[in-house]
């Protein structure tokens, strides 16, 4: 068997930036295990999966661990791909999930946006270990459904956090975001997943679906421009619109091969 594989650079220009991700085309869907083997395999935070369905393709995202909701830089990726490298003919790609609905991607210029749902965080008490997890004294706790966002004073608070991932996979959650208001941005974040096997990832496109929602209130504004502040950084282009949130950003094509089986 052989399937095509592509590595994408996502939410950045240039290759070495940005989240990569691996995006593999298939005819069908495979054994779970394989699926599992080569997400492992790949050692890349995820990798998506695409299958055609109707005029769209269903998509599934897998860790090296294990298969997750949502994830919004390999999904990019996956359109970067279809766009680009397949020659797809509209200007917009649906994607079915199995569990976060029907997504979407359309061309932009030189952006590709996303359509999200978008989800509501409220204020908790911080969980126990939370603090000693990430070395801080939150200025507020809100949970976001699977994730759990940590804002802080400032861009320099959010830079500065280095987490214990040990205590940090012990918090019942899929990860945790820390934001502030950026310097030169509307907002900056980083997003630590040791529970996915991921201690931090790059850039993250479905903690937006918490951050962009929480900063267009905040700053009375529904367009925003955001950055993951992670070694390797990243940007994106945030729209709050009502239930949906519009994520854009560009990508950067950095290998292209074939898995054989």
Same mark, same amino acid.
């Given at each position: ?80 791909? !279809?766009?680009?490298? +397949? ?49 801080? +004294? ?57 529970? !996915? ?31 993951? !502040? ?32």
């Amino acid at each position: 068997m052989r399937i095509p594989l592509y590595h994408v650079d996502a939410f950045t220009s240039e290759v070495f930036s940005g989240n990569p991700a691996a995006v593999c085309l298939l005819d069908h869907w495979i054994d779970e295990p394989i699926l599992q083997a080569i997400a492992a395999e790949n050692n890349l935070s995820e990798t998506a999966f695409l299958v055609p369905s109707g005029d769209g393709f269903q998509i599934r995202w897998l860790t090296p661990l294990t298969e997750v909701a949502l994830c919004g830089h390999a999904t990019l990726a996956s359109a970067f791909v !279809l766009f680009n490298c +397949c020659n797809w003919p509209q200007e917009t790609i649906r994607f079915q999930t199995r569990k976060s609905g029907e997504l979407a991607a359309e061309r932009q210029g030189d952006l590709l946006q996303m359509s999200f749902p978008a989800i509501a965080a409220h204020g908790i008490a911080p969980p126990t270990n939370l603090k000693e997890a990430l070395a801080i +004294c939150p200025e507020e706790v809100l949970d976001g459904g699977e994730d759990l966002m940590v804002l802080l004073e400032n861009e320099d608070a959010v830079r500065e956090v280095k987490p214990d991932f040990r205590l940090l996979a012990k918090i019942d959650c899929r990860g945790v975001i820390v934001t502030a208001r950026g310097d030169e941005c509307d907002f900056v974040s980083r997003f630590f997943t040791p529970r !996915l096997g991921i201690p931090e990832d790059p850039v993250t496109g479905s903690s937006h679906c918490v951050l962009a929602p929480y900063w267009a209130e905040e700053l009375g504004r529904k367009d925003l421009y955001a950055r993951q !502040l992670s070694k390797r950084g990243g940007e994106l282009f945030c729209t709050h619109a009502g239930k949906r949130v519009k994520i854009s950003g560009r990508a950067a094509l950095y290998m292209e091969g074939t898995i054989w089986i």
